[in-house]
């Protein structure tokens, strides 16, 4: 065998051995792709809870003061001077102002003097009384005299009662140029200063007086809690919690009334929380997001995002043995992003919160990290 015969051979074992290997390949490829893959979907899981949930709804409320009281003078006179700083907290009983007495004084003295000589002539009359009536019965006078003398007397017991409420009178006026606190709150500024003439007509009041603690939160809810609100209120399981906006500070107490009549106009009910306010952390007139809770009842939670809609209904999907299977359910109500499933959940499955749209009914899926935030 020559040379060039050896050549041809061995370069026709290489064209042999390559199309082997590449039939091969073909073949065995053509194998893979006709095995099915099994898909895996990596999805976002949570737990299904039961726990207590409480029943409750949230409205925009306002601050409203239990007792408040405008000062005003009762008399024409003078500021003699002001007993607080303006915006002070007062307590009951405080001198808050005192009025120019000196007129009501001398009218007062006065009347002293005619209250003092009609009692000293009723004691005359009585005695006259006395001496006619031992002069009738010797004879030396007669029965005019004696009924004369007791007519007097009355007449003048009558005109010491009418000096006595005269002075009376007098005296209430006079306490009327002491002003005091009649409960304890927080005062405003004093729109008087000493000196001021001040009179009974006068539009402006002297100062206002708010009572801080407890104080009212007025809030409306809608009718169709009307009846679960006053069960409530029966049980004693109400409670009312006020935040200030935009601040983490707030306020909790009960419900204190319900208004009488419901809004026609509005299908809405006028509700009154009160609170302690030991702190005067709400103040009257302050808008404060108001939530009512009527009571807290056992229900299975979870997360809002899981709940998924279709032409059907509600349902979650539940993961079980590492596949998703569809779950019809019920939703009662939402809270604080969570639902409350009232059917289709006993409160230990795992549901999907993310992924959802890549799954059907028996799709392998498996669990990844919640994001951040989530």
Do not use: C
């Not at 979650?316 to 779950?327: E, R, S």
């Amino acid at each position: 065998m020559n040379k060039r015969t050896l050549i041809a051979l061995v370069v026709l074992g290489g064209v042999a051995v390559a199309g082997y290997a590449t039939r091969s390949s073909w073949m065995g490829g053509e194998k893979a792709q006709t095995q099915p893959r099994t898909r895996i979907v990596a999805v976002e899981l949570a737990n299904a809870e039961r726990k207590p949930v409480p029943v409750d709804v949230d409205a925009i409320g306002m601050v409203t003061p239990i007792s408040s009281v405008a000062l005003k003078s009762r008399l024409e006179t003078t500021i003699i001077s002001v007993h607080f700083q303006d915006g002070a907290k007062v307590n009951e009983g405080d001198l808050l102002f005192t009025l120019d007495s000196r007129q009501i004084d001398a009218q007062i003295e006065q009347a002293e003097g005619t209250l003092a000589r009609d009692q000293a002539q009723l004691a005359g009359a009585e005695r006259d009384v006395r001496r006619f009536a031992d002069l009738i019965g010797k004879g030396a006078t007669t029965q005019v005299s004696l009924d004369n003398a007791k007519t007097q007397t009355d007449i003048l017991a009558g005109t010491i009662k009418a000096d006595q409420s005269m002075l009376d009178n007098l005296k209430v006026q006079k306490s009327f140029t002491i002003i005091k606190a009649p409960f304890s709150g927080r005062i405003s500024a004093a729109n008087v200063k000493v000196g001021n003439f001040v009179r009974p007509a006068d539009t402006a009041p002297l100062a206002t007086i708010n009572q801080m603690a407890p104080v009212y939160v007025t809030f409306t809810i809608p009718q169709r809690l009307l009846a679960d609100l006053r069960d409530a209120m029966a049980a004693g399981t109400t409670k009312v919690v006020a935040t200030i906006p935009n601040s983490e500070r707030s306020e909790s107490g009960k419900v204190a009334m319900i208004e009488n009549t419901v809004d026609s106009t509005t299908g809405m009910v006028t509700v009154r929380g009160i609170m302690d306010n030991t702190s005067e952390i709400l103040w009257p007139g302050t808008l404060v997001q108001t939530k009512l809770i009527i009571r807290v009842e056992d229900g299975v939670t979870v997360p809002t995002v899981a709940v998924q809609r279709s032409q059907t209904g509600n349902f979650v999907f539940v993961v079980k043995d590492g596949k998703a299977q569809i779950q019809p359910v019920e939703v009662d109500r939402t809270f604080q992003g969570q639902s409350v499933i009232t059917t289709g959940l006993s409160g230990n499955e795992e549901v999907v919160v993310d992924g959802q749209l890549l799954l059907t009914q028996g799709t392998q899926v498996e669990a990844r990290k919640r994001k951040a935030g989530a």
